[in-house]
């Protein structure tokens, strides 16, 4: 039990210094969300403004402008890492890599929860989306925002140190969250009433998806930083 | 690997080329049985005499359905290799992962273009947004498409090894979905069930499928071969480069030089002779 508990703590101290970083830097919210909005209101330009479209649509832009604006933040998590050899320094330091890697996703993780809610807030004001299942809206973003975060933590400590890290994050990591995306846009879709679909069964597939990303990505950390 | 025949700088032996002969040979045997000697697809409706089916574009079967499975097998070895290569950190199981994903990857394309080409008189329509299968195929070429540009990065050998066998054992994650969509997603696909398992077909379209199914084996097999000693040749090189490029440095400085540069002098130079 204490090993279980020494973990989350070697954890929760990863994700706290990542998001102190944050806090202190502020990239995320000074950079990464004003992005996020931008690109919605591009689609809105790109669509003609036209409110039913943007309604019937808003789930799928919502969640490529989430997927998009996450390039962003998994970039950012991973850059920290390579500046003043933290990473060697992390290497060094004796915390379980599995630790390291759920502390990273954490901090991505309550990043991305913010940039949902304000991409969120965006729907609700650009495109004049209603929300018919609240409940369904907040696990579905919460469980691909789980999934997002670890696939990103693990293809971002994958592509950290490689020269062309900003070109070959999207070709890796987008195909692997195309089903996240899939599934997402149609939990959301029965959330915001859009489409008649089982968004039940879609969020169901969130889950295995953010289950899978996090055991993979706490197995394969250790393998991707060791030196 | 090397055969008695083999010339150094080149990937052909004996067995490659008496291989690659048969391959040949086979894919003309194929190419007769599949235009010249099968019929096409046309059967009669019970009730209004009609004629219906696939007509010709069922020949595409013999090319798609072998592509299919050989990419599954090829993309298989893949993840198997990738699991030597974190397991036993040699360069014959990275070189065997490179080469079995890039020739999956071709298949995997070859298969998206030749069901494409398939889908137009039969689906009447190039590409089905809504095919589960189709999608998750995609998915899987795109997935190994970025395998591709990972292996394409300079960087530490040992260290791209150990990358690209986690991105290709998150990949192939996929292929179960990809194979088993059409069972799982019945009603949000075009494809149909495996006409093998139920055995509607018969005679000599089932001989020449079987058929198809060996000549791409020979050929994937071929392919496989040639890539792999490609790949070695390859690491042969580069290990060849960094070799000489230590003894050209070496060369540049005596070895007095250098004991200096260590810091070992003359003295301990003598003990350490014998």
């Known amino acids: 039990m204490s090993e279980v508990r020494r973990f989350l703590g070697d954890a929760r101290l990863v994700a706290a210094r990542d998001l102190r970083i944050e806090f202190r830097s502020r990239v995320v919210v000074g950079q990464v969300v004003p992005f996020a909005l931008l690109v919605l209101v591009l689609f809105g330009f790109a669509l003609d403004a036209d409110h039913r479209t943007l309604r019937t649509f808003a789930s799928g832009l919502f969640w490529v402008a989430v997927l998009l604006s996450a390039l962003l933040a998994v970039h950012r998590s991973a850059a920290l890492e390579q500046s003043d050899g933290t990473l060697d320094a992390l290497r060094m330091s004796g915390l379980p890599p599995a630790a390291l890697f759920i502390g990273k996703a954490t901090a991505v993780f309550v990043q991305l929860v913010v940039l949902e809610v304000v991409l969120l807030g965006g729907l609700l004001v650009l495109y004049g989306v209603q929300v018919v299942d609240p409940v369904l809206l907040v696990v579905a973003g919460l469980l691909a925002g789980v999934a997002v975060a670890a696939a990103g933590t693990l293809y971002g400590a994958l592509a950290s140190g490689l020269g062309v890290r900003e070109t070959l994050l999207p070709i890796l990591l987008l195909p692997v969250l195309a089903p996240v995306l899939i599934g997402a846009t149609r939990a959301f879709d029965d959330a915001l009433g859009a489409v008649a679909v089982d968004g039940w069964a879609w969020t169901g597939l969130l889950a295995v998806a953010a289950l899978i990303a996090t055991v993979v990505g706490a197995l394969a950390h250790g393998v991707l930083i060791e030196d | ?274």
């Open chain 2, 1 to 274: 690997m090397a055969g008695r025949d083999e010339r150094p700088g080149t990937t052909g032996s004996r067995g490659s080329r008496l291989l690659g002969c048969v391959a040949l040979a086979s894919l003309v045997v194929l190419g007769v049985l599949a235009f010249f000697l099968t019929g096409p697809d046309v059967r009669i409706h019970p009730t209004t005499g009609e004629e219906f089916g696939q007509f010709d574009a069922v020949r595409m079967l013999y090319l798609h359905v072998p592509m299919a499975v050989l990419m599954y097998a090829s993309f298989m070895l893949c993840a198997a290799a990738s699991v030597g290569v974190l397991v036993k950190r040699t360069p014959w199981w990275d070189v065997m992962a490179h080469s079995t994903a890039e020739v999956g990857t071709v298949l995997c394309g070859l298969v998206l273009v030749t069901g494409s080409i398939w889908g137009r008189p039969v689906w009447n329509t190039w590409w089905e947004w809504g095919d589960v299968r189709l999608m998750t195929t995609l998915v899987l070429f795109l997935l190994f498409a970025g395998y591709l540009a990972l292996r394409r990065t300079t960087t530490d050998p040992r260290r791209q090894e150990r990358q690209a066998a986690v991105v290709a054992l998150v990949a192939v994650l996929d292929i179960p979905l990809v194979n088993r969509s059409v069972a799982w997603w019945e009603n949000r696909t075009l494809h149909q069930r495996s006409t093998l398992e139920e055995l509607k077909i018969e005679d000599l379209t089932l001989f020449t499928l079987m058929f198809s199914f060996l000549t791409f084996g020979l050929v994937v097999w071929w392919l496989t071969l040639q890539r792999f000693r490609v790949g070695w040749l390859e690491r042969a090189a580069i290990d060849h480069a960094v070799g000489s490029a230590i003894a050209d440095r070496r060369s540049e400085t005596s070895a007095d030089e250098l004991d200096a540069a260590i810091g070992v002098t003359d003295e301990q130079v003598g003990e350490a002779s014998p």
